[in-house]
């Protein structure tokens, strides 16, 4: 049973602080993602990683950035953070194999920024 | 990059009547097309997917139809039941693993 685990459910920040939001998964998945999730506007890719410290951004990079130094863990860091960062952050992980690349997500981090 | 279109965005129908979402996309290289279902405060989770060398795929309620040609794609949901209330999203993808949602259907059965 695949296990994709974040490091909160709810987080409240101050504007300006730095954010790390944790995502660990335990199937040994290549892919991993970073999405956010917003009312009206579905998920939207942020960053992801197809292998251990290797990164592409995805469609909304502007204001974050990502590490993944252990196959197993992708973090997502919000260098300053901004009121219009407030959102559900959702991870999730893959194999890079083509016809079984099913994503599965995490619980979701409601992020709140002051 | 890949822009998905959904329709409707809010969707109620009468339990054991039928479901229908609609997705647009614009880029005619996409060949992956998964359905995924959230229901209220839990993780979005796969129900379906089709590839496009296929037309049509069905997996007991639940069947997807794409139209490479016009470029979109269906979910359709029969007989349905109080525990397919849900948003339901849909995506495309060019490379199979990274994919472009659409915004979501909030589909509610009424008992």
């Known amino acids: 049973d695949v296990k994709v685990t974040q490091s909160s459910r709810y987080l409240v920040k101050r504007t300006g602080e730095k954010v790390f939001l944790e995502c660990v998964q335990d199937?040994?998945?290549?892919?991993m993602f970073w999405y956010r999730q917003d009312p009206g506007l579905g998920l939207r890719l942020i960053y992801f990683?197809?292998?251990?410290?290797?990164?592409e951004k995805g469609d909304i990079p502007e204001g974050y950035s990502v590490s993944r130094e252990k196959k197993e863990r992708f973090s997502l860091i919000l260098e300053s953070a901004s009121t219009n960062q407030t959102s559900m952050y959702l991870c999730?992980?893959?194999?890079?194999?083509?016809?079984?690349?099913?994503?599965?997500f995490g619980p979701g981090t409601r992020l709140t920024v002051l | 990059g890949e822009n998905v279109e959904q329709h409707p965005s809010t969707l109620s129908v009468q339990e054991g009547d039928s479901a229908v979402i609609k997705c647009t996309y614009s880029?005619?290289?996409?060949?992956?097309f998964p359905w995924y279902k959230q229901e209220l405060g839990k993780r979005p989770q796969l129900i379906i997917d089709?590839?496009?060398?296929?037309g049509e795929k069905k997996d007991q309620r639940i069947a997807v139809t794409l139209n490479k040609t016009a470029k979109h794609f269906s979910l359709h949901i029969t007989e349905t039941q109080p525990e397919d209330s849900a948003v339901y999203f849909c995506?495309?993808?060019?490379?199979?693993?990274?994919?472009?949602f659409g915004a979501g259907t909030t589909v509610t059965v009424r008992a």
């Open positions: 999730a992980s893959s194999l890079r194999e083509p016809t079984n690349n099913e994503q599965f």
């Open positions: 199937m040994d998945h290549e892919n």
């Open positions: 990683s197809y292998d251990v410290k290797m990164k």
């Open positions: 880029d005619s290289a996409s060949n992956y």
């Open positions: 089709i590839r496009s060398n296929v």
């Open positions: 995506a495309a993808s060019i490379n199979d693993y990274k994919l472009s």
